[in-house]
């Protein structure tokens, strides 16, 4: 069983930062894809970025390039987001997942976490 453990959301002015973390327990965390998608109210769930097990290739929506980043720290089963000059539409919740696939559908990642809110006032 893997658990998936989103933490770093809350709420932040426009044009501020965040860094959401994701902890992984349950399974060889540096051997798995790695990803950050979201879902706004209303809206579908939407892909955010990707980064593959060893952490030297990441592929984000276009949407967020240029202002969001995506790491790992795969000694501490981690991987983060850094989300900087946000924006109301930013507003989400957003969800870390696992899987063996390099894509940005979510039907290729295995385990979710269950979410942490980011709110964007203007």
């Known amino acids: 069983q893997v658990q998936l453990v989103e933490s770093g959301g809350g709420l932040v002015q426009a044009g501020g930062s965040l860094r959401l973390s994701c902890a992984a327990s349950?399974?060889?965390?540096?051997?798995?894809?790695m990803g950050w998608f979201r879902q706004a109210p209303g809206k579908e769930r939407e892909f955010v970025a990707a980064?593959?097990?060893?952490?030297?290739?990441?592929y984000y929506a276009d949407s967020v390039k240029g202002r969001f980043t995506i790491s790992r720290d795969n000694a501490n089963n981690t991987v983060y987001l850094q989300m900087n000059s946000l924006k109301p539409e930013h507003t989400a919740v957003y969800y870390c997942?696992?899987?063996?696939?390099?894509?940005?559908?979510?039907?290729?990642?295995?385990?979710w976490g269950q979410g942490t809110q980011v709110t964007v006032s203007s």
């Open positions: 997942a696992i899987g063996r696939l390099w894509t940005s559908n979510g039907a290729g990642y295995d385990y």
């Open positions: 980064i593959n097990p060893s952490g030297s290739n990441t």
């Open positions: 349950g399974r060889t965390f540096s051997s798995f894809v």
